[in-house]
């Protein structure tokens, strides 16, 4: 399975960025599917994950009522749509997928998000 990101970019502060994941293989399910990030020097930090069959959603507190995943199941597609961006959102945001909901199995390359002041 290959997960790839777009969308990544600079923003200033307050903007608005959408991100994209397309996953694709031969032969692969999903459960369900994730976005995570990274900043320097700091740990990998969940963001949000949808569950693929139903479109329930779960968010990090530190951005509920700002970003929204969505999904596309036709093109195996997850996005975030992220807004009122802050200098703190600033990281690598990955996308990762769980084919059996038991743990994110397969990760994209990561795309860069840089909220300037």
């Known amino acids: 399975v290959q997960l790839v990101e777009s969308g990544g970019g600079l923003v200033q502060a307050g903007g608005s960025l959408r991100l994209s994941c397309a996953a694709s293989?031969?032969?692969?399910?999903?459960?369900?599917m994730g976005w995570f990030r990274q900043a320097p020097g700091r740990e990998r930090e969940f963001v949000a994950s949808i569950v693929w069959s139903s479109g329930i959603t779960y968010y990090a507190d530190s951005v509920k009522g700002r970003f929204t995943i969505s999904k596309d199941n036709a093109k195996n597609t997850v996005y975030l749509q992220m807004n009122s961006l802050k200098l703190e959102d600033t990281a690598v945001y990955s996308c990762?997928?769980?084919?059996?909901?038991?743990?994110?199995?397969?990760w994209g390359q990561g795309t860069q998000v840089t909220v300037s002041s």
């Open positions: 990762a997928l769980t084919s059996e909901g038991t743990g994110f199995d397969y």
């Open positions: 293989g031969r032969t692969f399910s999903i459960a369900g």
